[in-house]
């Protein structure tokens, strides 16, 4: 049989809520704490192990560690020791959303202190977990630029189109910055860089928005990828290599009816006007023909485990396609609130049970299942063994699986 070894030990990926943003009328918030993954997180890669998951999306929270810049990275010591006892290697998030009190993103010395944490942080991080090593320097910075440059809901609390545009640069300018800092350290580091799946219509009765939604799903969504792979601004220094892994977040409230003021509507289930997942990864593959991974994706609730079997069924489709499909990430491992209303989504591997304030973890037997189903298809090991590094994915299984299969592309999420 023909090998074609994976860039992760394991196809199914997952990860934690790790953002530390300022939040508009509470202030600064942690969500690796509201989620009590700080207090359960041996607990939370025992799960992964157990699921046959070897790799995390794991948050080092900047505002937390950066100390004027002196840096004490001791609030990742537990989540390096659970992560090394389970075997199980991060995907390390450098910015989520939450960036130090004194700072200025549209400055020069935001991309310079940045740059300057990305490299202490790959020093610390490097020789305490197995590799490969990978890092997000900036997540979803079109999303970022968005609820900071336009929407006011997160610092720098910026409300027009033109901040969010500056604060896209901006953060695209850091995050270029901070990868050649963190492969100064360790040269074959790898990047996935993140952004969310989009595609957005006109109102049905405001054919004069047409060209804005357009320019949203075509333009707009690529804007910071293009940077990052030297597209677009080369001056500052993007390239194939700095964008490197493509990570695309799927989510139903991706797809949109465009709104001129505020965040977008989400369209029904069974809105004709949505397009398959398949479509959706398709644009940014040919756009950039990197390798790619999903690299977020639920459904809700009961929904959990109709939704991965379509996310399953249309990256297959993709990679019958010929695209360079890594894996999918399910995200994230345990539940995570609302960021408007506190209320839990329904949306992780495993529910929150409150006991008095604990947190109490509790697999979703449908999604479980709907997981094992899948690794026994792709011929996915199950549980780790001792050594789950010893031997990338074999994605050759993954394509046999997919013309195996042949499933097709459709608009139908469940």
């Given amino acids: 049989m023909a090998k074609k070894p994976g860039i992760f030990p394991t196809f199914f990926i997952s990860g934690f809520e790790c953002s530390t943003f300022l939040w508009k009328d509470q202030g600064r918030r942690n969500l690796v704490k509201e989620t009590q993954h700080d207090k359960y997180v041996r607990e939370d890669y025992k799960i992964l192990r157990d699921l046959g998951i070897a790799v995390s999306r794991e948050g080092i929270p900047w505002v937390f560690v950066d100390k004027n810049g002196e840096y004490d990275f001791s609030p990742i010591d537990p989540m390096i ?28 010395e935001f991309t310079v202190r940045f740059a300057d944490y990305c490299r202490a942080a790959a020093e610390y991080v490097v020789p305490r977990v197995h590799g490969p090593y990978f890092f997000t320097p900036i997540n979803e910075i079109t999303f970022f630029s968005f609820i900071g440059g336009e929407w006011g809901w997160t610092a720098p609390y910026k409300n027009t189109k033109e901040d969010r545009y500056k604060l896209r640069v901006a953060l695209c300018k850091a995050a270029i910055a901070g990868v050649k800092a963190i492969r100064e350290v360790e040269p074959e580091a790898r990047m996935v860089n993140i952004e969310p799946l989009v595609h957005v219509v006109a109102p049905r009765d405001r054919p004069d928005l047409i060209e804005a939604a357009h320019h949203e799903t075509f333009v707009d969504t690529y804007v910071a990828w293009d940077i990052l792979c030297g597209k677009e601004h080369p001056e500052l220094g993007g390239s194939p290599e ?38 959706l990864l398709e644009r940014v593959w040919e756009r950039y023909r990197r390798p790619m991974i999903i690299s ?20 297959l489709a ?28 329904g949306n992780g591997i495993c529910n929150l049970e409150d006991c008095d304030g604990d947190l109490r973890r509790a697999p979703h037997e449908p999604y479980v299942e709907e997981l094992r189903r899948w690794q026994r298809e792709l011929n996915r090991i199950e549980v780790l063994d001792a050594d789950p590094f010893s031997d990338p994915v074999e994605l050759q299984d993954v394509i046999d699986a997919a013309k195996k299969l042949k499933p097709e592309p459709d608009k139908n999420w469940s």
């Fill in 318 to 345: 993709a990679v019958n396609d010929g695209m360079d499909f890594q894996g999918i990430c399910l995200f994230p491992a345990v539940d995570m609130q609302d960021w408007h209303t506190g209320e839990w989504l």
């Fill in 242 to 279: 700095i964008l490197d892994i493509v990570g695309a977040n799927n989510y139903s409230f991706g797809q949109m009816e465009y709104r001129e003021q505020g965040p977008h509507e989400a369209l029904e289930p069974d809105d004709d006007r949505i397009k398959p997942l398949h479509t």
């Fill in 81 to 108: 020791e659970a992560m090394n006892e389970a075997r199980i290697i991060p995907i390390w998030d450098l910015c989520h959303y939450g960036y130090p009190d004194d700072l200025d993103p549209f400055s020069d």
């Fill in 296 to 315: 977020e994706t639920s459904g809700l609730h009961d929904g959990r485990a109709a939704w991965f079997k379509d996310v399953m069924e249309e990256s």
